[in-house]
């Protein structure tokens, strides 16, 4: 099922599928979970990741630098940033901004805003000031995802700035 990989290069981002549809069928799952396993491509990628909790909650999700995250640690974590966006107005149709280093943290924060039902808009942090002001303009987004460190990268805007590294511990209590 996915298991996400982050290099040290900014630049290698990937999502692998262990299970192939030949693993699938010469599997000891019975055919209603073949075929329930078959049609996860008909799933949104958190909905994928929520089916991979059930399936093997403890295997690694997420390796990055020294870094890993279970799928069941993984899920807490989108869903706890969930609940903290919904209760600040996110919900189908509201855009969020997301201006984050790669990290366990990106994946925690695009999970998060698809569970919250909300869309994610990415912002790279080191674009220039002027290309991020345009974008975060343009879309009007009500609330910025993004990393304490990166406060002086990003341009003075209006949308709700939440820092996910520093502001974990008051979103954890969702």
């Known amino acids: 099922m996915p298991y996400l990989v982050m290099s040290d290069n900014p ?28 049609d996860l491509k008909g799933l949104s990628i958190h909905q994928q990741v929520e089916f991979q909790v059930l399936q093997t909650p403890d295997d690694v999700a997420i390796i990055f630098q020294h870094e890993k995250l279970t799928y069941r640690e993984l899920n807490q974590k989108a869903n706890q940033l969930a609940h903290y966006l919904r209760k600040l107005g996110v919900k189908p149709e509201v855009l969020v901004g997301v201006c984050v280093e790669r990290s366990p943290l990106m994946v925690i924060a695009l999970l998060g805003i698809l569970k919250a039902g909300g869309a994610y808009i990415p912002l790279d942090p080191t674009y220039p000031k002027d290309h991020l002001a345009f974008a975060i303009d343009d879309t ?18 209006h949308a709700q700035t939440i820092y996910i590294d520093n502001d974990w511990q008051t979103i954890a209590q969702q």
């Open 11 to 38: 630049q290698l981002f990937f999502l692998y599928f262990s299970m192939s549809p030949l693993s699938i069928s010469n599997s000891t799952f019975t055919s209603s979970e073949k075929n329930m396993l078959c």
């Open 140 to 157: 009007q987004l009500p609330i910025l995802l993004t990393q304490q460190h990166l406060q002086a990268s990003i341009p003075e805007h």
